[in-house]
């Protein structure tokens, strides 16, 4: 007995608390918001709504999953890289073969069905994981000669088989935050900045291309709509309805189950992509910022973990952990601010999504074993462990 208090008394002791904390209130506050924003939306008989039970279950169940994968040394993890970037590359060839588009957007094959479940899957969160684990392992392995032009690119092509799949498969938004993660990543480990300079002057030239072949038609209109809104006001509603409810919760807000705009579902996908209007209106600029806060809190927590992570690897994928965060926090309030366009991505920890705070949960899992196992061994040379890649061939 006295052994086992002991063993739980270490794994407690080495367990990032803060982290796991900071987590857990942010995804409870929002947690509430979605049950606010879903009430008008519960079936007769029952007590809670379908995407208030799905958020419930995604967090209880990746909580779960990140304490057990806090308990694997990341550095098992990392060495599996190769069965890692296969599953990811498997997940996305299966989106288009058996993917499903969201409602009134059957172009875009982003989900899969998880068998006579009723319950769907969007596997580019996922792969958003794994490419934070891949692309930190690729940055450690070449750092010793990072600036060569044949690593650049080479860096540069296994961030566009990502973001290019995402794309075909109509996911503008995770596209954006793979291409922010790929930008900080490389940033951090210290590419020099001609390299971005070349970088954003080849998108300058690629844009317009893409623009015409790539972009679906609901695409480009959602683009065109912040710029001239009355040409589009069907596709800008979502957008100016969740802004008008932000600005109606002034300082305070109107009171938790009590906003005008949330409460008679004027907001398509209050409770998900536009969680922020429900906070800003019920909750007024004093929620939006603790709202805000958590969220920062959380990235800063990431960083400290990975400026102390027992090697480079290690550090790479906590700051790409943060960067996602960060990603999918600009642009989903951009979006509730009309300053960015709709592109279908979630507000970490507080929109309703089951895969977005399920895989989001399996990110911070590996950022609490980078914590947890930094301290119990040397740093790891990854280029003098067996490893074998195309990148130190």
Known sequence: MKNFIATLKRAVRDTDILLLTLCIITSTFGALMV???????????????????????????????????????????????PVIAAVCIGLMVAVFIFGVGPSGRQDAKTWLVLGSTGLYFQPSELVKIGFIITFGMHLELVHDQLNELKNIILLALHAAVPTVLVIISGDLGSALVFMLIFIAMMYLSGVKLKYFGIGAALVAIVAPFAWKFLLKDLQKERFLALINPEDYPNVIYQQKMGITAIGAGKLTGMGLFNGRYTQSDLIPENENDMIFSAIGEELGFIGCLLALILLLLIVLRLINIGKKAG??????MCYGLAAMIVAHTVINVGMCL????????????????????????????????????????EAVNFKLSGIRTPFTE
């Open 338 to 377: 009309m300053l960015l366009p709709v592109v279908g991505i979630t507000l970490p920890f507080f929109s309703a999504g089951g895969s977005s705070n399920l895989c989001l949960y399996i990110g911070i899992g590996l950022a609490l074993s980078i914590y947890r196992h930094s301290r119990e061994h």
């Open 35 to 81: 049950y606010s924003a879903t009430i008008i939306d519960i079936a007769e008989g029952a007590r809670f709504s379908r995407d208030f039970r799905t958020m419930v279950l995604a967090v209880s169940v990746g909580l779960f999953i990140a304490i057990v994968v806090s308990f694997i040394d990341y550095v098992l993890i990392i060495k599996a890289w």
């Open 311 to 316: 090697d480079r690897a290690a550090q790479m």
